[in-house]
């Protein structure tokens, strides 16, 4: 299943998660299994967050870039239109290289 996630994109040109464990450095292009890193002031929700399109009002886009993914093992996670809308807890995910899409 297709879907887009949001990083962060750090100076190097490296990408993290936007908020829990996000010290990690992702690798694009093999399947990333989801792990579970309770954060103090977030739902615990083990998965990769990720939207149908690349949209979440809610959040900011300095320092950050939307990607592709495929995604395993989906669950949906109905939310309002001002965060987005659907989103998806996958327990597998893809990051599509730019340059693959």
Known sequence: MKGYKLF???????????????TARLEQGIWLKARNY?????????????????????LSKKNRIWFEVEMEEVEEFPRPKSQGGMWYIAQRIRIVPLGDI
Do not use: M
């Open 8 to 22: 962060r994109q750090l100076n190097n040109g490296s990408i993290s998660s936007l908020f829990i464990n996000k």
């Open 38 to 58: 309770p954060t103090k002031g977030f739902a615990v929700r083990q998965g990769w967050h990720c939207c149908d399109k690349p949209d979440a009002p809610h």
